[in-house]
């Protein structure tokens, strides 16, 4: 029986399966390799946003911090790969990510809203699978650091739905976020054959 993680965040349909913690586990080097790529783009997601929606005032204060927050653990997963030998070599993309931007609408004010809900799902369970990958790293430092990022994802999916409900309705929030969480899940209900983050 692999070990639980602290709670998860309640957005999520369904909690990730025994299976990707093995999987994960197995393939530490492959998890930290993607790692640091979800973290650059994740940065990269929020210095979007912040290009796109410049006018939104409240929002590009709120991911100029969560930018500069998903760089410093950028340079941190690196540091690990560093350590450990390993190339920041380019990674094959599982259909994780394309699936969830594939339900972003492409006219406004739907795809602002779509674009934060989405990119708090991934935050969301981020926050979950690293909190797996610290209760289940057989190596005690490597599950520290892991547990030392589980507040920030879960921060910065608080952040996320924060602007939602700020700039739209908590209905339409509330409604559209069900929707897409059920992609989401659905998304992650097969494990993909190569190990990643989002696999």
Same mark, same amino acid.
């Given at each position: $029986?692999?070990?639980?993680?602290?709670?998860?965040?309640?957005?999520?349909?369904?909690?990730?399966?025994?299976?990707?913690?093995?999987?994960?586990?197995? !393939?530490?080097?492959?998890?930290?390799?993607?790692? %640091?790529?979800?973290?650059?783009?994740?940065?990269?997601?929020?210095? !979007? $946003?912040?290009?796109? =929606?410049?006018?939104?005032?409240?929002?590009? +204060?709120?991911?100029?911090?969560?930018? @500069? /927050?998903?760089?410093?653990?950028? #340079? &941190?997963?690196?540091?690990?790969?560093?350590? +450990?030998?390993?190339?920041?070599?380019?990674?094959?993309?599982?259909? =994780? *990510?394309?699936?969830?931007? %594939?339900?972003?609408?492409?006219?406004?004010?739907?795809?602002?809203?779509?674009? &934060?809900?989405?990119? *708090?799902?991934?935050?969301?369970?981020?926050?979950?699978?690293? *909190?797996? &990958?610290?209760?289940? @790293?057989?190596?005690?430092?490597?599950?520290?650091?892991?547990?030392?990022?589980?507040?920030?994802?879960?921060?910065?999916? *608080?952040?996320?739905?924060?602007?939602?409900?700020? =700039?739209? #309705? +908590?209905?339409?929030?509330?409604?559209?976020?069900?929707?897409?969480? /059920?992609?989401? %899940?659905?998304? &992650?209900?097969?494990?993909?054959?190569?190990?990643?983050?989002?696999?």
């Amino acid at each position: $029986m692999l070990s639980s993680p602290l709670p998860t965040i309640n957005a999520l349909k369904q909690p990730t399966n025994d299976a990707w913690v093995e999987q994960a586990i197995a !393939n530490i080097d492959i998890i930290l390799l993607d790692h %640091s790529h979800c973290e650059r783009k994740a940065a990269g997601v929020a210095l !979007n $946003m912040m290009f796109r =929606y410049p006018s939104h005032h409240k929002m590009v +204060r709120e991911l100029t911090a969560i930018a @500069c /927050e998903e760089l410093e653990h950028f #340079e &941190l997963v690196n540091q690990w790969l560093e350590r +450990r030998q390993i190339k920041l070599t380019a990674l094959s993309a599982p259909p =994780y *990510g394309a699936g969830l931007k %594939s339900q972003v609408r492409g006219q406004e004010p739907h795809r602002f809203l779509d674009s &934060l809900l989405v990119t *708090g799902l991934i935050e969301a369970r981020s926050h979950e699978r690293l *909190g797996l &990958l610290a209760a289940n @790293c057989p190596e005690p430092e490597l599950a520290k650091f892991y547990r030392s990022l589980m507040a920030s994802e879960a921060r910065h999916f *608080g952040t996320y739905w924060v602007l939602a409900d700020t =700039y739209f #309705e +908590r209905k339409i929030v509330m409604d559209r976020l069900d929707e897409l969480a /059920e992609v989401e %899940s659905q998304l &992650l209900s097969t494990l993909h054959p190569e190990p990643r983050i989002h696999s």
